[in-house]
């Protein structure tokens, strides 16, 4: 099976700093990448489908790129209430798997 | 609108079965790829199970042969057989629908709010 491994596992940045995320598939899955976003104590929401296509009404300062083996979520200024872990999930055949998460702070 | 709602989950000693349901709105279960994805206590997401609109299913190596999705179309309701359970099944159990794009639906756009299984004696 495909494994995904997702780089850091935590981060601390301020408010307004880029941050960047990475999720490197065992295997090429072309574009089959999710990620979703969890905050605390609530439900994971997708945040990106398709490595790429942000999901209806998802903050535009979130952003995915990759394809085959790599691939990245980009928050282009973080904000307070981007304090989460954020998980990515591959898709192109089953079983599908997740990322182990990465844990986002604010310095 | 688009909702899941997760029932059925509870306290049960190892070796004991539990049924969870997902009651489905606005949007037809058997149209969809629908799934189960649980998360351990202070753990990440784990994919437990999907069937696809087709009917066919597919599970995770850790709950193959002990855990059975199914649907039922007439009451629009995901269902999960949990049997032969463990102590590291206890989790909070999601049910999660496939997207829906040009680019697969194995990704989920719909998540219900989550039932907690704790396995314990």
């Known amino acids: 099976d495909i494994q995904m491994t997702q780089s850091p596992s935590s981060l601390s940045a301020s408010v307004g700093d880029r941050v960047t995320i990475t999720c490197r598939a065992s295997?090429?899955?072309?574009?089959?990448l999710a990620w979703y976003q969890q905050k605390p104590g609530k439900v994971p929401k997708l945040l990106i489908y398709?490595?790429?296509t942000l999901q209806s009404g998802v903050p535009s300062r979130f952003s995915g790129s990759g394809s085959g083996t790599d691939f990245t979520l980009t928050i282009s200024s973080l904000q307070p209430e981007d304090v989460a872990t954020y998980y990515c999930?591959?898709?192109?055949?089953?079983?599908?798997?997740f990322g182990q998460g990465t844990k986002v702070e604010i310095k | 609108e688009v909702q899941l709602a997760e029932s059925g989950g509870g306290l049960i000693q190892p070796g004991g079965s539990l049924r969870l349901s997902c009651a489905a709105s606005?949007?037809?279960?058997?149209?969809?790829?629908m799934n189960w994805v649980r998360q351990a206590p202070g753990k990440g997401l784990e994919w437990v199970s999907v069937?696809?609109?087709?009917?066919?299913?597919y599970y995770a190596d850790s709950v193959k042969g002990r855990f059975t999705i199914s649907r039922d179309n007439s009451k629009n309701t995901l269902y999960l057989q949990l049997n032969s359970l463990r102590a590291e099944d206890t989790a909070v159990y999601y049910c999660?629908?496939?997207?829906?794009?040009?680019?697969?639906?194995?990704?989920?756009?719909?998540w219900g709010q989550g039932t907690l299984v704790t396995v314990s004696s």
């Open positions: 999930q591959k898709y192109n055949s089953a079983p599908w798997t």
């Open positions: 069937i696809y609109s087709g009917g066919s299913t």
């Open positions: 295997q090429g899955i072309s574009n089959f």
């Open positions: 398709a490595a790429s």
């Open positions: 606005g949007f037809t279960v058997s149209s969809n790829y």
């Open positions: 999660a629908r496939g997207g829906r794009s040009g680019s697969g639906s194995g990704y989920f756009d719909y």
